[in-house]
């Protein structure tokens, strides 16, 4: 994930490789070139070039370009609270141009850059929920599981939408099961998830001060689930449709049915 906070070309192959880091001390002789440059020039913008170039998190980078050109880049590794101060300079027109002024100051020092930008370091990323170790298990509920974790992790939270949605579907069909709760064979998953709110003896919130807000919360689950089945039919890979659900989206999609299932597992295990 990564923030284009300047570019050469515009809009225009905007797409890059980070090949190889150029030395520190080649990079630091640069910065101080283009700082005295920013220094000697009155300075047009609201937002001080000086104040960028004396960030440290930058480093200089040999690269590639949509058409395999070799180029030089700025790239910050950030951690996510200054990659979050970045989203904001990426938003404002002022810092856009400031970026420019940056670039060409760089440039009047002798170094030519094609793109200035800022990465969220992989290590600060927030994880996703996690798959749940599931207590109810059946033949039908394991391949759906093991499916939907490959799917994911090898091609994507689009690839695996669809699968962790029958996932879901194949957990409320065997608690229904497991707790002798009559279901039709065809019953969405919002008929399901209804069906173990109301009549599973494990479910029902038995603390009297919890019992309104939690039921609040039962019925805003529902209501997800509710979104759910559509997303899965129009804009996943279960049907050839054209236009898909984005990544983001779609690992929101399964983040919430992860969370429901560990809520399930927790309360219907059989030791609880």
């Not at 600060?124 to 394991?142: G, K, Q």
């Not at 939270?157 to 707790?179: I, N, P």
């Not at 509710?226 to 990544?247: C, K, T, Y």
Request: with cysteine; glycine share 2%.
């Amino acid at each position: 994930m990564h923030l284009l906070l300047y570019s050469r070309s515009g809009n225009i192959a905007t797409d890059f490789k980070l090949v190889s880091q150029v030395p520190s001390e080649d990079w630091e002789d640069a910065r101080k070139r283009a700082l005295q440059f920013v220094r000697e020039h009155e300075s047009p913008f609201v937002v001080t070039p000086e104040k960028i170039l004396q960030y440290r998190g930058f480093d200089l980078w040999r690269g590639s370009n949509t058409f395999e050109k070799e180029i030089r880049l700025l790239h910050a590794n950030a951690n996510l609270t200054a990659y979050t101060e970045f989203e904001i300079q990426d938003k404002n027109p002022a810092y856009k141009m400031t970026y420019m002024f940056v670039a060409q100051a760089l440039e009047k020092s002798g170094l030519e850059i094609e793109f200035i930008v800022a990465s969220l370091d992989p290590a600060d990323e927030i994880s996703n929920v996690s798959a749940p170790n599931l207590s109810v298990r059946s033949e039908a509920l394991n391949r759906a599981l093991s499916d939907a974790e490959k799917l994911i992790e090898t091609n994507g939270a689009v690839s695996g939408l669809d699968r962790a949605h029958t996932l879901f579907q194949a957990y409320l069909q065997l608690v229904c099961k497991e707790a002798n709760i009559v279901f039709d064979a065809n019953a969405p998953i919002t008929t399901l998830f209804q069906l173990i709110r109301e009549k599973h003896a494990k479910l029902q919130v038995t603390e009297p001060h919890a019992l309104k807000q939690m039921t609040e919360i039962h019925r805003g689950m529902a209501r997800i689930l509710d979104a759910i089945s559509p997303l899965r039919n129009q804009s996943s890979l279960a049907h050839p449709n054209e236009v898909l659900l984005g990544e983001p989206e779609a690992m929101l999609v399964i983040n919430c049915v992860r969370t429901l299932l560990h809520y399930l597992n927790s309360r219907l295990r059989r030791d609880a």
